[in-house]
């Protein structure tokens, strides 16, 4: 099993930045990807950024320039630096994970609001 905490959500303004963390603990060495989606009200979960064990990236469209991740292999946490944010943005995050037996787990969530 895997266990993955996110934080670093908030209320920010339109163009501030937000950085978010989320570690994995657990049976962490079958880990290959993570990442994170979100989930606005009304509207399904869709990716937002992956990262592969090797650091492969890959981003939605709505973020691509915008969103950054990252991934600490040595504290087991994978980040995503949010810059420039726009309403739209507004949705909880949350992180997930996948093994090398193609188990999916999943954090709790974090509330990212953006408003004026």
């Known amino acids: 099993q895997v266990q993955l905490v996110e934080s670093g959500g908030g209320l920010v303004q339109p163009g501030e930045a937000l950085r978010l963390s989320c570690a994995a603990s657990g049976n962490i060495f079958r880990l290959n990807f993570m990442g994170w989606h979100r989930q606005a009200p009304g509207k399904q979960r869709e990716l937002v950024a992956r990262i592969g064990s090797s650091g492969s990236t890959s981003y939605s469209d709505s973020v691509k320039g915008r969103f950054t991740i990252s991934r600490d292999n040595a504290k087991n946490t994978v980040y995503l630096q949010m810059n420039s944010l726009k309403q739209e943005d507004t949705a909880v995050y949350y992180c997930?994970?996948?093994?090398?037996?193609?188990?999916?787990?999943w954090g709790q969530g974090t509330q990212v609001t953006v408003s004026s």
């Open positions: 997930n994970a996948r093994d090398t037996k193609y188990n999916e787990y």
